[in-house]
T-cell receptor
Framework: AQSVTQLDSQVPVFEEAPVELRCNYS??????LFWYVQYPNQGLQLLLK??????LVKGINGFEAEFNKSQTSFHLRKPSVHISDTAEYFC??????????????FGQGTRLTINP | KAGVTQTPRYLIKTRGQQVTLSCSPI?????VSWYQQTPGQGLQFLFE???????NKGNFPGRFSGRQFSNSRSEMNVSTLELGDSALYLC?????????????FGPGTRLTVT
């Protein structure tokens, strides 16, 4: 079984400042890793994913994340945030060994608030 | 391409009633997954359907059930509603192409049980 821990429930930052949202996971098997964003009253939108290969993954809206296998982490970063980045961010994993299965295990979410 | 659509968007039901939620996946997508989102428990996987077969199931009571039709549309049913079933129910679809593990989410159905 997998579990995901998002270390911060809320992160307030000023506009144009850098931000890092932290995510650690636990799994006895290899996993795929994802970050999703949820804007108010909307569903989830995929920001980026790590399946294999380079551990630095670039996503949409200027976000990137780094997979660290030894630390079982997948932290999300953005060098300069905008007011429009205000949203809830979810880290998720899925089991590589369940072929074709789509079960995502999510963290509890981090609410990112951008202040002007 | 149209995105994942869910109907209805909002629903109010009374305890003890049953409810059916609908999800239409992106055209060509054959996998549909359902998730429940609550403030207390967060996002939890309910089940996944692929080619009309349930392929994976989360840890929810038997009151929660689903099905998938030949056109990949899916329905989720909750019987004997409880107050704790109040949640945002999200549906996600994916294809079996290169992005096999990339799921596209709909806007959700917000269910309120009174």
């Amino acid at each position: 079984a997998q579990s995901v821990t998002q270390l911060d429930s809320q992160v307030p930052v000023f506009e144009e400042a850098p931000v890092e949202l932290r995510c650690n996971y636990s799994s006895s098997v290899s996993v795929y890793l994802f970050w999703y964003v949820q804007y108010p009253n909307q569903g989830l939108q995929l920001l980026l994913k790590y399946l294999s290969g380079s551990t630095l993954v670039k996503g949409i809206n200027g976000f990137e994340a780094e997979f660290n296998k030894s630390q079982t982490s997948f932290h999300l970063r953005k060098p300069s945030v905008h007011i429009s980045d205000t949203a809830e961010y979810f880290c998720a994993v899925s089991d590589q060994e369940i072929q074709g299965a789509q079960k995502l295990v999510f963290g509890q979410g981090t609410r990112l608030t951008i202040n002007p | 391409k149209a995105g994942v659509t869910q109907t209805p968007r909002y629903l109010i039901k009374t305890r003890g009633q049953q409810v059916t939620l609908s999800c239409s996946p992106i055209s060509g997508h054959r996998s549909v997954s359902w998730y429940q989102q609550t403030p207390g428990q967060g996002l939890q996987f309910l089940f996944e359907y692929f080619s009309e077969t349930q392929r994976n199931k989360g840890n929810f009571p038997g009151r929660f059930s689903g099905r998938q039709f030949s056109n990949s549309r899916s329905e989720m049913n909750v019987s004997t509603l409880e107050l704790g079933d109040s949640a945002l129910y999200l549906c996600a679809s994916s294809s079996r192409g290169r992005a096999v593990y990339e799921q596209y989410f709909g806007p959700g159905t917000r269910l309120t049980v009174t």
